[in-house]
């Protein structure tokens, strides 16, 4: 899909062929402000949420066999199922955010959930945890934040979106527990500690002990009271204020790559999150 800043916009067959092409790993998030206008789509590949950002705006559309109009404000999204076709008609610009899983990310939610790897078609809902979700994922991605804390995000959309919007099935017992073995739990931690400077994923730690990312993450934070993700960062502070204090000639850039962190600025803005204080304030205190 075109990209929000770099096509203000789109062609309408852009917009069709996009929605309908192969799909990178993870959530394709594109942005849009389209002019007063019609398009009609084919079955999407992939199901589709697209949620209002911009002013309010009159938005007619038609899913499978339903059709309606109505006002759409910031917040409200729809959801296209996959295989569905739609036609969408709006009298005023449309900024919009579309957001498309791929069907790995959309299964091993659906796993986690035990339901459906099918989302309900959804005529502008109101969720405020969806909204909430979507912003920090536009942010992150417009910030190339780290992978893992997209991951992390993206997953917890699937699961939020699947829970309320998906086609459950019946619930069986889960023998499953609810927190790491120590053995496992020392392989995972291990490993972090040994590539802190590392991009590190969802998939990546799971894989480590053979569970579905979404699950992993479930007893991960069971085992240690945190999301693999802040765990991580909490890894590379303790190694930031170590070499802060044993390495006086460095500068506080160096450190910051040294401990995994982005930049200087990465490391500044968790630091002042967790501890309080800036690096160089750490330094002064210690």
Not at 173 to 199: C, F, N, Q, R
Request: charged share 15%; proline share 6%.
């Amino acid at each position: 899909m075109a990209d929000y800043q770099a096509l203000s916009s789109p062609l309408k067959s852009d917009i069709a062929s996009d929605l309908n092409s192969a799909l990178p790993a993870g959530m394709r998030i594109s942005e849009y402000c389209l002019p007063p206008d019609e398009l009609m789509l084919p079955a999407v590949a992939t199901p589709t949420v697209c949620l209002t950002l911009g002013m309010p705006y009159l938005l007619w559309q038609q899913l499978d066999d339903q059709s309606g109009e109505m006002r759409s404000h910031p917040g409200q999204f729809s959801i296209v199922p996959t295989g569905l076709p739609s036609t969408w008609r709006w009298q005023s610009t449309a900024h919009i955010l579309v957001l498309q899983p791929d069907l790995a990310l959309l299964k091993s939610a659906a796993e986690d959930l035990r339901c459906s790897a099918t989302l309900r078609p959804t005529y502008e809902a109101t969720d405020a945890q969806v909204y909430h979700l979507a912003q920090l994922l536009r942010l992150a991605q417009r910030d190339n934040a780290a992978r893992l804390y997209q991951d992390t995000l993206q997953r917890a959309l699937m699961l939020h979106l699947l829970s309320q919007y998906g086609v459950r099935l019946p619930r069986r017992a889960s023998s499953k527990p609810h927190k790491l073995s120590a053995v496992a739990l020392g392989v995972v931690t291990e490993y972090i500690d040994t590539h802190l400077t590392e991009a590190l994923t969802l998939e990546q730690l799971a894989g480590l002990i053979n569970l579905s990312p979404n699950y992993f993450a479930t007893v991960f934070k069971g085992s240690t009271g945190m999301t693999p993700h802040r765990y991580v960062v909490r890894q590379r502070l303790a190694l930031a204020q170590q070499l802060l204090l044993s390495q006086p000639d460095w500068s506080i850039a160096k450190v910051a790559v040294a401990a995994g962190f982005a930049d200087q600025s990465h490391l500044g803005r968790h630091m002042r999150r967790v501890l309080g204080v800036t690096p160089r304030e750490f330094i002064r205190q210690s």
